[in-house]
Nanobody, 121 residues
Framework: QVQLVESGGGLVQAGGSLRLSCAASGRPFSLYAMGWFRQAPGKEREEVSCISSRDRSIFYGDSVKGRFIISKDNAKNTVYLQMNSLKPEDTAVYYC??????????????WGQGTQVTVSS
């Protein structure tokens, strides 16, 4: 059973930075694609970023390109999302998810419980 636990959310002023972490249990983490999603109140869930295990390709949503950076540490079973130049519209609950077949932009198999990110103007 794969368990994902996010951390690192909080309140930050616009222009600031946060780094989210998602620690995974279960093996083999190195084979998983890991994605970050967010959902704001009244809005659909949005895939923010993903890193594939197959070819190490990385995806970023248009709204975060140039500001967010995803990274994956297989030795620590952890995926990170470095969020820079945060904007109030980045406010949402952020979730990490795992695809056990290593594919991004797919139907993910496992989800974390989410961490709240609030950006004040």
């Amino acid at each position: 059973q794969v368990q994902l636990v996010e951390s690192g959310g909080g309140l930050v002023q616009a222009g600031g930075s946060l780094r989210l972490s998602c620690a995974a249990s279960g093996r083999p983490f190195s084979l998983y694609a890991m994605g970050w999603f967010r959902q704001a109140p009244g809005k659909e869930r949005e895939e923010v970023s993903c890193i594939s295990s197959r070819d190490r390709s990385i995806f970023y949503g248009d709204s975060v390109k140039g500001r967010f950076i995803i990274s994956k540490d297989n030795a620590k079973n952890t995926v990170y999302l470095q969020m820079n130049s945060l904007k109030p519209e980045d406010t949402a609950v952020y979730y990490c998810a795992a695809d056990v077949f290593g594919r991004c932009l797919s139907t993910y198999h496992h989800w974390g419980q989410g961490t709240q990110v609030t950006v004040s103007s």
